[in-house]
């Protein structure tokens, strides 16, 4: 099992542009997170998918979109790139009935 | 809201103890977690404790909790170099969903020889 994985590892982006950071899991997990990790500061949740074609509002989703269209992969999207964007981006995963979130490596995102 | 404070940095010498502790404020936690970071790397889940427990060891972590105080503390026995990472503290009412995990900012072990 690879666990979670996350694309890419690094960006660089100007203000303005979109991306999309990509998240997968093979571990057959119902629920999925994205989270952002700012210096000097813990995670913070952005958005929840309880499973396939759900999502819900974290606690800091403004800018950012999401889309589950499988049960295996979780996206990401920033529409209009900001600099207060810049921050390390987690994707997590939990089984069902377990109090456990699994981690993917993160992605480093720098907007200019 | 909810709130985790952690200590910033902690300093210890190999093969002593590390004690890393935290306080919370939601009197509805739970479930207490405690994640490990290596530079550059994802969160690790090390143990978590449920709230109606107040001990919980797992070869060289014990997880303390005492709920009157909202504290919960982590020692680690015989501290390695390997130890040396970012340990986080985080407690969630709902083992997750919505409302995800409360996280500390992160406590910096660091090792000296």
Known sequence: NAGVTQTPK??????????????AQD?????????????????????????????DKGEVPNGYNVS???????????????????????CASEPEGKNEQFFGPGTRLTVL | G???E??????????????????????SSTYLYWYKQEPGAGLQLLTYIFSNMDMKQD??????????????SLRIADTQTGD????????????GGADGLTFGKGTHLIIQP
């Open chain 2, 6 to 27: 952690q200590s910033l940095f902690l300093s210890v010498r190999e093969g002593d103890s590390s004690v890393i502790n935290c306080t919370y404020t939601d009197s």
């Open chain 2, 59 to 72: 070869q060289r972590l014990t997880v303390l909790l005492n709920k009157k105080d909202k504290h919960l």
């Open chain 1, 27 to 55: 571990m057959n997990h119902n629920s999925m997170y994205w989270y952002r990790q700012d210096p000097g500061m813990g995670l913070r949740l952005i958005y929840y998918s309880a499973s396939e074609g759900t999502t």
């Open chain 1, 68 to 90: 589950r269209l499988n049960k295996r992969e979780f996206s990401l999207r920033l529409e209009s790139a900001a600099p207060s964007q810049t921050s390390v981006y987690f």
């Open chain 2, 84 to 95: 040396s990472a970012i340990y986080f503290c985080a407690e969630s009412a709902s083992g």
């Open chain 1, 10 to 23: 690094f960006q660089v982006l100007k203000t303005g542009q979109s991306m999309t950071l990509q998240c």
């Open chain 2, 2 to 4: 909810e709130d985790v």
